[in-house]
């Protein structure tokens, strides 16, 4: 979903809600306009940070490198979002990034707003003194509008734990004596980040499928509900004696890790298809996910090519990036980046079940698509929302005697985010309405919004 699209999708959820008035506290309302303030505030962004990073390349060259930061919404609380290293960083593309973790923190009731970074620049080109440089400078340059109690970054798309340390240590020389422990989240254990926020995202994703399918599914099949047509084809996935055929775009930090959850579930899945930004490499009987892994690891990207494949002893075909969207699967996972399905590839993907790792890799159209043709979309704000919870357990890490374990941040996540599945999947299965499931998601935060939004005098 664009920009635009994500905000004609805030509008028309907030046209509805205005007809349902939802709370007591709205029933006076009657012309509206407490959810036309509202739409005005939530559609528009308090601020948008735009500059150019002076980088000297290891050629001795200057370059002025574009960097963003978005603070769209702080009405539930300090701005919060990653930062991405891409060379396809835009200010729109940011801007809608950091609308969505409004959403997606409003829908999670996590005490942030939203905000979202970027630097337009290919981090697989940079050496390691560049990639420093870039994330130091990003610092220096932002440095008036972040800190603990403003504006919390944490990884993204081309960064990781790695930059995000090097970026609290630029913070703590150029911010001397003030507190900087909690200016990022997603830093590395030894430089006060939580155990399992690496692999918090993809856990998170992949949970918000597996949840639906093995305890919502089963314990709601016996009662009487209007279903939605996506309801046939999971009881058909469930029933199967096949094992769910498992897609993967992005074999990233969240895909790479979605992917090893489903192999998890004993017998239950096989991943048939990998991607990158590269190649897509398919074995209809199963790839090896842990030796991808270790090559991954490694590489930093996918085997693509026969020499490779056998390096890595992993037994695939190969084909092209986008192979991977309309490959042979029951399960899409979606871990890569925006726009990946679109009106015109959305009718040759196969998948029963689409799931948003990545922030807005499906479109409007395509997702109404899919609704009506009885596929399940799991949205990216709800399903990619294990970083952010986590990124919270970071927050609040400082205030412990004790670090929490890997354990303690797992079982904290998975009760957090099936709380949170188990309200958006009751509202979707048992709605007369059969509404998206986006739609359902934007409603329950939309709702929480413009009631904070409301008690905070902000609608007047
Ligand atoms: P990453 O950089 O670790 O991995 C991204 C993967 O996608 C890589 O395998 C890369 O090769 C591939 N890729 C990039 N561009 C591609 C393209 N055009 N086509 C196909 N593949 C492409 O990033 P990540 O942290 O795994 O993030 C992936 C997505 O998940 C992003 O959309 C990000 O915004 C979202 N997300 C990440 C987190 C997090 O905690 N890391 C949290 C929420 C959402």
């Known amino acids: 979903m664009s920009r635009d699209e994500t ?55 200057i370059e002025r490198i574009p960097a963003y930061r978005v603070q769209h919404n702080n009405i539930s609380g300090f701005y919060k979002g990653g930062i991405r290293f891409s060379p396809a960083v835009n200010e729109e593309e940011v801007e809608n990034l950091a609308i969505l973790m409004t959403i997606k923190n409003a829908l999670h009731e996590l005490p942030f707003g939203g905000a979202k970074g970027g630097v337009f620049v290919d981090p697989r080109n940079l050496s ?34 790695k930059v995000i340390d090097w970026m609290v240590g630029e913070y703590k020389t150029i911010t ?18 939580v155990a399992g926020r690496r692999e918090a995202t993809g856990i998170g994703t992949f949970l918000s499928y597996y949840y639906l399918r093995d305890q919502w599914f089963k314990q709601a099949k016996t009662m009487k509900v209007t279903r939605p047509k996506s309801w046939k084809n999971l009881e058909t996935l469930i029933h199967s004696d096949q094992p769910t055929r ?28 990998v991607s990158d930004e590269d190649v897509t490499l398919h074995n209809r009987k199963g790839l090896d996910i842990e030796r991808l892994l270790a090559y991954s690891e490694q590489h930093r990207r996918l085997p693509r090519s026969a020499e490779e494949l056998k390096e890595a002893n992993v037994q695939a075909d190969i084909d092209s990036p986008s192979a991977v969207l309309t490959s042979e699967c029951d399960l899409l996972i979606l871990a890569a980046v925006e726009g990946q399905i679109t009106e015109e590839n959305m009718k040759d993907v196969s998948a ?19 609704e009506n043709n009885g596929i399940i979309v799991i949205p990216d704000i709800l399903a990619n929302a294990g970083g952010v919870h986590v990124s919270y357990l970071e927050w ?18 998975t009760d957090k985010m099936t709380d949170v599945c188990h309200r958006v999947y009751d509202h979707y299965f048992y709605s007369e309405n059969h509404e998206t499931t986006r739609m359902l998601c934007y409603k329950l935060a939309l709702m929480r919004l413009i009631t904070l939004l409301y008690r905070h005098g902000k609608l007047y």
């Open 396 to 413: 609040m890490q400082s205030n412990n005697d004790k670090p929490y374990t890997k354990e303690d941040v797992i079982t904290a996540l």
């Open 352 to 370: 029963k079940i689409l799931l948003e790792g990545a922030n807005a890799p499906i479109t409007k159209n395509a997702d109404e698509y899919f």
């Open 128 to 161: 390691p003194r560049e990639l420093n440089l870039v994330s130091k400078k990003y610092v220096q340059r932002l440095k008036p509008d972040l800190g603990p109690t403003k504006d919390i970054p944490a990884p993204d798309l081309g960064t990781n734990d």
């Open 7 to 61: 905000r004609t999708l805030i509008q028309e959820v907030v046209d509805k809600l205005k007809k349902e008035t939802f709370s007591n506290e709205f029933t006076n309302n009657e012309n509206g306009e407490v959810f036309d303030s509202a739409a005005e505030i939530i559609k528009t962004t308090d601020k948008i940070i735009k500059s150019y990073i002076r980088v000297s390349r290891d050629n001795g060259v």
């Open 246 to 273: 498992v897609a993967v775009q992005g074999f990233g930090n969240v895909g790479s890790i979605a992917a090893n959850e489903a192999l998890k579930c004993e017998d239950e899945h096989i991943v048939t298809a």
């Open 176 to 193: 001397p004596g003030e507190s900087y422990v909690n200016s990022f989240t997603g830093k590395s254990a030894v430089n006060g980040g």
